[in-house]
Every structure is written in C-alpha cells, then in structure tokens.
C-alpha cells in the first residue's frame, strides 16, 4: 500500500468512526487505539551492543561474499517495479539476458 492509499484508507477509517453515535463502540476502538500504540510509526531502537554485533555480523557476512551487488540490486529492483506495474511482462524480464 503507497502513502497515498494509506491516506485514502485513514480518511475512510476517520469517517467510519465518527458515524459511530455508540459510545461503548467508541471506548472498544479508543482501547484498541491505545493498546496498539507501540504500532505507530516510532523509530527502530536498539542498544549500542546489540548495533555494534549487528555491524559485525554484517561484516563478517561481506568478507564471506554473502551480499547483493548494486547491479544485481537494480535489476531485482526493477523486475518488482515491472511486476507491480504490468505483472504479464515479468516472466519476460526473468528470462531475457539482463545482467
């Protein structure tokens, strides 16, 4: 889902509730709201150590050859961008001689 159906989609939601004239409906969903909190958009943290493992392991993934080289990200970058836009020409793209 894009940010503009995103915003499309919370608009809707937004109207769906203030049609509600229940206030026991209301308080179920406020609950739910608030309980759900830790699910708003609030950044990634993580200890210094548990940052500092993870670089290390990542480096240690590099130096064994485990990662995706910048052309071989492009073209999986553009068969997902070819399959949302027109899913019949993917088959097409996989099997061409790219890369």
């Known amino acids: 889902m ?15 509730v203030l049609n509600i004239n229940n206030q026991e409906v209301l308080d ?4 739910i709201i608030q309980r759900s909190g830790n699910l708003t958009n609030a ?3 993580i200890g210094v150590k548990e940052a500092r493992k ?3 392991d ?16 492009a073209i999986r970058q553009l068969g997902q ?6 899913p019949d020409v993917l088959p097409v793209i996989e099997r061409s001689d790219v890369g």
Do not use: H
């Open 54 to 56: 993870q670089l290390q």
């Open 81 to 86: 961008q070819v399959f949302v836009e027109c």
């Open 28 to 31: 179920t969903i406020k609950d």
């Open 43 to 45: 950044p990634y943290q």
């Open 2 to 16: 894009n940010t503009l159906e995103l915003e499309a989609y919370k608009a809707a939601l937004a109207r769906e």
């Open 58 to 73: 990542s480096e240690k993934r590099f130096d064994e050859g485990e990662y995706v080289s910048e052309e071989e990200m």
